[in-house]
């Protein structure tokens, strides 16, 4: 097991047990060399076996009530090993228990346990209304029809979707969607909630909506999976965050924890318009200077420096980039976005 | 229970839902007029005048069958697309009755093509609707229905495996019209043809329809044509778990 997956968190407030919980394990979510390799055939006269590893010997554990974090580019292997916990894909290897049932052999029991919502627009019925969409998800996880009503209109109310759910669902904003997603997937009470990145294409307001439902259905002590791209979300909400990049995890730790991975440098961020690829190369090689990154904005770039404090690299970055058109240059203290940039530059 | 109570609502829900697909509503409300004009045709051009209510039921028929195998397959596609496949296969269920609702709800929405066909063949045509069986023949509509969405769901559990569903379904459309003697009775067919068209119940189905509208013994043809149906049920539930299982190790549930 890497070294770093043994770091542990400071306790999480008691997680309230649900009935249904099987003694002997304080964990609602156990992973032991979870793997995934996806096999893709193209071609019909000379076919072209592909094979992509795309997550490669996970291990980690979520205790009960836990708000866990899975943080990682694109393609770093996610929302696989999200799909390999809550049954939807079989792992090539490893093993893999969900409140306490495994989640090959028993997969229905896992099924009854968990909720799944995803990002985005698809996953529901858009030419049925709301209140229809809820109908039927209650009717497929079996809640029972003297409750449905109650708990219907109980998960509306939560998410804010009060006197819209008559409408069809092709007419909600996004936002409402996710709400909607949110709701079908607390039908069933769940005991551990997976959340791949819920937030995404949601507006700033719809966004902190989100996490503020997110907190206190963790505050009632469900487990919660959630993967984002949002650190600030990441910060705000998760006990333990485990970053994860080419299909192996590559720092697990409290966010104060991650954070420190960043301790003893120095961020320095510029507006800029056009910066080239050989300047970029020549910041890297500059004394001091740990890492770069660019993030397109429009026009405009951003770029972001990070060195050791101890060495003062403003003046040869921007000597670097003279004749560059730049914006405004500010020196800050590392974040745990600037953490997470430096712990996925270096896997 | 509680199954039997998902079972209805399910049928319901997607019923609902394919009812205010632009697509699926020009569909339905074409297609069948298409199939009687050209079938009463076809039985004016030859010495079978006589027979245009056959026509028209056989007609009617070719649009269930139409429903069911464009539904079965397309309906998985589209649950494909939409990114449901992925949520109702995950609900604590039988993957039989996750599917069942689906395959049930097109062939419900097939029993318009019916209808709308005789009301064509009335219409445009002023063929008399004389029945010989009226309550046989409403009991076989019931039956076609029933045997039609069982034989469904034994076709969409290979459509949750298949992630290109539509490549299998569209070309099965014409042979089961043919074999089951929707339109061309199967005595005229090859003599190799008749084991096939025995197992099928779409064969029993229209078999039932003819009678009810002709004369003749119409309860067996039902018995059989739902018999058969319970077997595709039972192989169908099967092969889904199995198919299922597949589908989370190759990955196919998801679009991507």
Redesign the interface.
Same mark, same amino acid.
């Given at each position: 097991m890497d070294s770093e997956h043994t770091l542990t968190a400071p306790s999480p407030p008691p997680p309230a047990l649900s009935p249904s919980t099987r003694a002997g394990s304080d964990f609602a979510i156990e992973a032991e060399g979870l793997s995934r390799t996806?096999?893709t055939r193209t071609g019909w006269l000379r076919p072209r076996l592909q094979t992509v590893d795309a997550v490669r010997g996970v291990d980690l554990s979520v205790r009960r009530g836990e708000l866990f974090g899975l943080l990682g580019p694109n393609g770093a292997g996610k929302t696989t090993t999200i799909k390999m916990l809550?049954?939807?894909?079989?792992p090539s290897a490893g093993t893999a228990r969900v409140g306490g049932y495994d989640v090959v052999t028993q997969t229905? /029991?896992v099924? @009854?346990r968990i909720g799944?919502v995803?990002g985005?627009d698809?996953?529901?019925?858009?030419?049925?209304s709301g209140l229809?969409n809820l109908?039927?998800?209650a /009717?497929?996880?079996?809640v $029972?029809?003297r409750e449905q009503k109650r708990r219907i209109a109980e998960l509306l109310e939560l998410v804010g979707l009060r006197g819209r759910e008559g409408e069809?669902v092709e007419g909600y904003s996004r936002g409402m969607r996710q709400r909607l997603h949110i709701a @079908?997937g607390l039908l069933h009470r769940p005991e551990v909630l997976f959340l791949d990145e819920p937030s995404i294409g949601v507006d700033p307001v719809a966004a902190r909506e989100l996490r503020r439902t997110v907190a206190g259905l963790a505050a009632n002590g469900t487990t919660i999976v959630l993967t984002t791209h949002y650190m600030a979300e990441a910060d705000e909400l998760c006990d333990r965050i485990a970053v994860i990049a080419g299909g192996r995890i590559q720092a697990l730790g409290t966010p104060a924890e991650l954070r420190r991975r960043a301790d003893g440098r120095r961020v320095l961020e510029i507006e800029a318009y056009g910066v080239p690829d050989a300047a970029l190369a020549a910041l890297r090689e500059l004394p001091g200077v740990r890492e770069t990154a660019v993030e397109a904005r429009g026009t405009q770039q951003l770029l972001t420096v990070q060195s050791d404090t101890d060495v003062d690299v403003q003046g040869d970055v921007l000597r670097e980039l003279s004749g560059i058109r730049l914006g405004r240059v500010t020196s800050r203290e590392p974040t745990l976005e600037d953490a997470y940039v430096a712990i996925v530059n270096a896997s | 229970m !509680?199954t039997l109570?998902?079972l209805a +609502?399910?049928t319901l829900?997607h019923a609902?839902?394919l009812s205010?697909?632009p697509f699926e509503v020009a569909m339905a409300l074409i297609v069948p007029l298409v199939q009687a004009t050209l079938a009463v045709h076809l039985f004016r051009s030859g010495d079978g005048s006589h027979r245009l209510i056959e026509a028209a039921v056989g007609a009617g028929l070719m649009g269930i069958w139409a429903s069911v195998l464009t539904g079965s397959g397309g309906a998985i596609q589209n649950q494909r697309?939409?990114? !449901?496949l /992925?949520? +109702?296969?995950?609900? $604590?269920?039988r993957p039989v009755t =996750?599917i069942l609702p689906i395959t049930a709800a097109t062939a419900v929405t097939g029993m318009y093509a019916l209808l709308a066909t005789l009301a064509w063949g009335r219409i445009v045509y002023g063929i008399r609707i004389e029945l010989a069986h009226p309550a046989a023949f409403l009991a076989a509509a019931v039956a076609c229905v029933l045997g039609l969405g069982m034989f469904g769901l034994l076709l969409a559990s290979t459509f949750v495996l298949l992630r290109n569903a539509n490549a299998l379904a569209n070309p099965l459309d014409y042979p089961i019209w043919l074999l089951s003697g929707m339109l061309v009775p199967i005595t005229v067919l090859p003599s190799w043809t008749l084991p096939v068209a025995a197992v099928l119940p779409t064969t029993w189905g229209a078999r039932a329809l003819r009678e009810a509208t002709v004369g003749g013994p119409v309860w067996p043809s039902i018995g059989i044509c739902l018999a058969i149906g319970a077997v595709c049920l039972v192989v169908g539930g099967y092969c889904l778990t199995v198919f299922e @299982?597949r589908a989370? =190790? !190759?990955?196919t549930?998801?679009l991507s």
């Open positions: 996806y096999r809550n049954t939807l894909l079989i229905r /029991e099924r @009854r799944y995803f985005g698809r996953g529901l019925y858009d030419r049925l229809d109908r039927y998800f /009717e497929l996880y079996a $029972p029809a069809r @079908r | !509680t109570r998902m +609502i399910g829900l609902k839902h205010r697909s697309w939409q990114g !449901t /992925e949520m +109702i296969m995950l609900a $604590p269920r =996750v @299982r989370r =190790v !190759t990955a549930l998801a």
